[in-house]
């Protein structure tokens, strides 16, 4: 049972441009959420999606930050605008469409903006 | 979501002391879970809490869910160089809602 797939592992962009970072989740899993972690520091909560709707959006950035998880592919982070300060790790997880609140990471997409 | 209150926040032991830290928080949980979280990877899930007063091993770990659905510790026994990383508490009410310690940055000395 393959794990949570993210990718790219590594992305570098320049300010101003378009990142975008995709996220397979488990097998039997419908449940998706995005965490921030920027160097030195835990994991923030960005937003938690089932398919096609978006459940939870209260950690994402109001502005140039969405996502989406839409019926058939991989969810997407979408950060339009590059800044400096959106340099960090972005970390996809999911969990099981029942039974239990337990969730897996993926194995994290490093943004550089440079 | 809101982070826990995780500690210590980093610990530098000796190889083959025991550790131990621990997570509280001012809203009750139905689960607790453990990661750890290792240089340039993704947080790999130790330990899942259930019930409270669960007390769960997973080698030289062990974790227990507070009796008052408030807390949790995570041990490690006999600390190893490779038990080197951070590690991370999460309490969860329902899915939508799983909140994150800072984690504990544990480094061993051979």
């Known amino acids: 049972n393959a794990g949570v797939m993210q990718n790219p592992r590594h992305l570098v962009r320049r300010r101003g441009q378009e990142a975008r970072l995709r996220c397979s989740p488990m097998?039997?899993?419908?449940?998706v959420y995005w965490y921030r972690q920027l160097p030195e520091e835990g994991l923030k909560f960005m937003v938690y999606l089932q398919k096609e709707n978006i459940i939870d959006e209260s950690g994402m950035p109001k502005e140039r930050f969405s996502a989406e998880f839409p019926k058939e592919g991989p969810s997407i982070l979408r950060i339009q605008q590059v800044v400096r300060g959106d340099s960090a790790a972005y970390f996809c997880?999911?969990?099981?469409?029942?039974?239990?609140?337990?969730?897996?990471f993926g194995e994290g997409s490093w943004l550089t903006v440079v | 979501g809101q982070q826990l209150n995780q500690s210590p926040q980093s610990m530098f032991i000796q190889e083959g002391e025991d550790v131990s830290m621990n997570c509280t928080s001012s809203?009750?949980?139905?689960?607790w879970l453990w990661y750890k979280q290792e240089p340039g990877e993704g947080p790999v899930l130790l330990i899942a809490?259930?019930?409270?007063?669960e007390l769960t091993s997973n080698g030289r770990l062990t974790a227990q869910f507070g009796i008052t659905r408030k807390d949790s510790f995570l041990n490690i026994s006999a600390s190893i160089p490779s038990d080197v990383g951070i590690y991370f508490c999460?309490?969860?009410?329902?899915?939508?809602?799983?909140?994150f310690g800072a984690g504990t940055r544990l480094t061993v000395k051979p």
């Open positions: 097998k039997g899993h419908s449940h």
């Open positions: 809490l259930y019930k409270a007063g």
């Open positions: 999460a309490g969860a009410y329902n899915n939508n809602d799983m909140r």
């Open positions: 809203s009750i949980f139905n689960t």
């Open positions: 997880a999911s969990s099981p469409d029942r039974g239990g609140n337990t969730i897996y």
